[in-house]
Nanobody, 123 residues
Framework: QVQLVESGGGLVQAGGSLRLACAAS????????VGWFRQAPGKEREFVAA????????LYRDSVKGRFTISRDNAKNTVYLQMNSLKPEDTAVYYC????????????????WGQGTQVTVSS
């Protein structure tokens, strides 16, 4: 069993930055692919970024490329999402997820999910 806890969300002005963290307990997160998703009010959940278990592969949705960076600190059992140049359309609840089966980086299947952290970007 893996428990995922997101943190780092908040209210920021457009153009600002936030760093989200996804901390795991119960298992070593370094063994697993980790993804970040988001869900805005009235919209479906959408993929944001993913990092392979080794950290060697990363994937981003087009709208965040060049602004968001996913990384992992295995010593802290934590995965981060650095978000720069934030836009109002980035406003959403952000969720991290873990894939225990080492599926391909493009897979949208994940086994565990956190509770989410709210990110609000004001214009």
């Amino acid at each position: 069993q893996v428990q995922l806890v997101e943190s780092g969300g908040g209210l920021v002005q457009a153009g600002g930055s936030l760093r989200l963290a996804c901390a795991a307990s119960g298992r070593t997160l370094s063994d697993y692919r980790v993804g970040w998703f988001r869900q805005a009010p009235g919209k479906e959940r959408e993929f944001v970024a993913a990092i392979s278990w080794s950290g060697g592969s990363k994937l981003y949705r087009d709208s965040v490329k060049g602004r968001f960076t996913i990384s992992r600190d295995n010593a802290k059992n934590t995965v981060y999402l650095q978000m720069n140049s934030l836009k109002p359309e980035d406003t959403a609840v952000y969720y991290c997820s873990a894939d225990l089966r080492r599926r391909p980086i493009l897979s949208d299947e994940y086994d565990y999910w956190g509770q989410g952290t709210q990110v609000t970007v004001s214009s």
